[in-house]
C-alpha cells in the first residue's frame, strides 16, 4: 500500500519568513505533484517533478525531487499572506497500465501579515 | 482549466437513502477519478475510470459505485447513504498527467 507522510500539518509564519514542506514515502513515485488548494475549490497544480534529485523554481516557491524518487519538499522563500492555503503533495505511479495518485494530508499554511 | 464541472455543488441527505454525484469534463481526458477530502486525511480515492466502461476501486470504496457510460461523464453513486460519508467530494480527470480537479460537492448525510 502507497503512503505519503506530509509535514507540518499547520504551519503560521509571519509575512517574510522562509518555510519547508516535506512529503515523504517509503515507495518510489515515478512522478510527485505539488498542489495548492483555496477554501471551496479544488486543488490546481503548482508543479510536477519526475526525475531523481531534480529541483524547479516557481517565483519564491522551490520544489526538490530527493534522488530515490521517495521524497519530496517545498521551500517557500519570504511568504506572503497570498501564499495562505492548504498545500498537498501527490505521488503518482502505473500499474498494469493504469495510473494511480495518493496524497498527502496537507499542510496548512496561514502567512500573517 | 479542463472544464471540470461537478454536480450538485451542495447536497444534505438522510441516512439509508441514494445520492448520485455527478462529474462532466470538456477535455476529453481518458482518466477520471474520484476522491473524498476529510480533515486529518487528505484525498483519499474511492473509484477510477480508465475508460468508457472501464472502472476500477480505490482505497475507501466500500459503499460507493461508480459508471462510466460516455468519455465526459463519471458518476459516483452511494447506494445507501451513511452519516461516515458526510464529506467533500472532488472529481478529477488527468492519468500519466497531472490532476485537473473540479470544485467539489459538498455532501452532508444526516
Known amino acids: 500500500t502507497q503512503l505519503l507522510e506530509q509535514s507540518p500539518q499547520f504551519l503560521s509564519i509571519q509575512e517574510g519568513e522562509n518555510l519547508t514542506v516535506y512529503c515523504n514515502s517509503s515507495?518510489?513515485?515515478?512522478?510527485l505533484q505539488w498542489y495548492r488548494q483555496e477554501p471551496g475549490e479544488g486543488p490546481v497544480l503548482l508543479v510536477t517533478?519526475?526525475?531523481?534529485?531534480e529541483v524547479k523554481k516557481l517565483k519564491r516557491l522551490t520544489f526538490q525531487f530527493g534522488d530515490a524518487r521517495k521524497d519530496s519538499s517545498l521551500h517557500i522563500t519570504a511568504a506572503q499572506p497570498g501564499d495562505t492555503g492548504l498545500y498537498l503533495c501527490?505521488?503518482?505511479?502505473?500499474?498494469?497500465?493504469?495510473?494511480?495518485?495518493?496524497f498527502g494530508t496537507g499542510t496548512r499554511l496561514k502567512v500573517l501579515a | 482549466d479542463a472544464g471540470i464541472t461537478q454536480s450538485p455543488r451542495h447536497k444534505v441527505t438522510e441516512t439509508g437513502t441514494p445520492v448520485t454525484l455527478r462529474c462532466h469534463q470538456t477535455?476529453?481526458?481518458?482518466?477520471m477519478y474520484w476522491y473524498r477530502q476529510d480533515p486529518g486525511h487528505g484525498l483519499r480515492l474511492i473509484h477510477y475510470?480508465?475508460?468508457?466502461?472501464?472502472?476500477d476501486k480505490g482505497e475507501v470504496s466500500d459503499g460507493y459505485s461508480v459508471s462510466r457510460s460516455k468519455t465526459e461523464d463519471f458518476l459516483l453513486t452511494l447506494e445507501s447513504a451513511t452519516s461516515s460519508q458526510t464529506s467533500v467530494y472532488f472529481c478529477?480527470?488527468?492519468?500519466?498527467?497531472?490532476?485537473?480537479f473540479g470544485n467539489g460537492t459538498r455532501l452532508t448525510v444526516t
Open positions: 501527490a505521488g503518482g505511479w502505473s500499474t498494469s497500465g493504469t495510473y494511480k495518485y495518493i
Open positions: 515507495s518510489v513515485f515515478s512522478s
Open positions: 517533478v519526475v526525475t531523481g534529485g
Open positions: 477535455e476529453n481526458h481518458r482518466y
Open positions: 475510470s480508465y475508460g468508457v466502461k472501464d472502472t
Open positions: 478529477a480527470t488527468g492519468g500519466g498527467s497531472p490532476l485537473h
